[in-house]
């Protein structure tokens, strides 16, 4: 099945500096990469994907890169904030049509 | 759109007694997904269905869990017995199929 690897396991930036959150997969077959944000006491929640047809994705500070030869994607948070601050979620989405494979994890602390 | 709705929201049982967790997914959504989530082993993926039906059960760690999904707007997920070691936050999704996954705001578990 798929496994997919996130780093890393945790992340500390200054506000207004960038944050990069790098994730391998093993499954080839794979085709979509969401990413998620967790916030203590709630779900995660999507912030951004991409496909696999498609090499970059932005949607204000937040960008999602995908690299299908070395089977990696990174998220990159620009201009980070302290309300950035949550745990931050890769996954992708292989041959078991419809299950996601989830990373460890991020947490992601940005100081004012 | 209320999204994914889920309940209880913290539950405190003891060993032994049966836990039903409950789940409304978004309307219009016909995929749903129960995830568990602990320190240990991070977000797992349960089991999951499509127009009701079960796709993947391969994620239920024993007998003891059971899910069913009797229409498109409802489903539980059942521990029957349960152990400490079943105390975790447990997640419900919705999406369409091989779409977007949303969740809920977790049910948080603890077993005595």
């Known amino acids: 099945g798929e496994n997919v690897e996130q780093h890393p396991s945790t992340l500390s930036v200054q506000e207004g500096d960038s944050a990069v959150i790098k994730c391998t997969y093993s499954?080839?077959?794979?085709?979509?990469f969401p990413w998620y944000k967790q916030e203590l006491g709630k779900g995660p929640q999507l912030i951004i994907d991409i496909r696999s047809n498609v090499g970059e994705k932005k949607d204000q500070r937040i960008a999602v890169t995908l690299n299908k030869t070395a089977k990696h994607f990174s998220l990159h948070i620009t201009e980070t904030q302290p309300e950035d601050s949550a745990v931050y979620f890769c996954a992708a989405r292989g041959t078991s049509y419809g299950k996601l494979t989830f990373g460890q994890g991020t947490i992601l602390t940005v100081h004012p | 759109d209320a999204g994914v709705i889920q309940s209880p929201r913290h539950e405190v049982t003891e060993m032994g007694q049966e836990v039903t967790l409950r789940c409304k997914p978004i309307s219009g959504h016909n995929s749903l997904f129960w995830y568990r989530q602990t320190m240990m082993r991070g977000l797992e993926l349960l089991i999951y269905?499509?127009?009701?039906?079960?796709?993947?059960d391969s994620g239920m760690p024993e007998d003891r869990f059971s899910a069913k999904m009797p229409n498109a707007s409802f489903s539980t997920l059942k521990i029957q017995p349960s152990e400490p070691r079943d105390s975790a936050v447990y997640f419900c999704?919705?999406?369409?199929?091989?779409?977007?996954?949303?969740f809920g705001p977790g049910t948080r578990l603890l077993v005595l």
């Open positions: 999704a919705s999406g369409e199929w091989m779409e977007t996954q949303y």
């Open positions: 269905f499509n127009n009701n039906v079960p796709i993947d």
């Open positions: 499954d080839s077959a794979s085709n979509y």
